[in-house]
């Protein structure tokens, strides 16, 4: 029923920049907050940034603040996460996913509700 589809990783040098996009679809008009995890490998998965479809709110994890951000289109059914300055420890599957609550379940995965496949960034030294 809900779907979530993430695209735009791929192989970077370690300062260079990537764009992902997850496009959402199926979900109910309560669903609030769609935003981005990361997982790399032998680390658990942590949430990046996340966006309120009602208000705009935004979250992002302290390690990224100031080189991602989260966006999304007029129609709210697609969000974007704009990675500058990428670092080699930030080589990780990243998971699109959506809760029906606020951002603050970006903090930790257990309160999102769907998950999309994942996308996989590389950034190499």
């Known amino acids: 029923e809900v779907q979530l589809v993430e695209s735009g990783g791929g192989l970077v040098q370690a300062g260079g920049s990537l764009r992902l996009s997850c496009a959402a679809s199926g979900f109910t008009f309560d669903v609030d907050t769609i935003g981005w995890f990361r997982q790399a490998p032998g680390k658990e998965r942590e949430g990046v940034s996340c966006?309120?479809?009602?208000?705009?709110?935004?979250y992002y994890a302290d390690s990224v603040k100031g080189r991602f951000t989260i966006s999304s289109n007029n129609a709210k059914n697609t969000v974007f996460l704009q990675m500058n300055s990428l670092k080699p420890e930030e080589t990780a599957v990243y998971y699109c996913?959506?809760?029906?609550?606020?951002?603050?379940?970006?903090?930790?995965?257990?309160?999102?509700?769907?998950w999309g496949k994942g996308t996989l960034v590389t950034v190499s030294s």
């Open positions: 996913a959506v809760t029906y609550g606020s951002t603050w379940y970006c903090q930790a995965d257990h309160g999102m509700d769907y």
């Open positions: 966006i309120s479809r009602s208000d705009g709110n935004t």
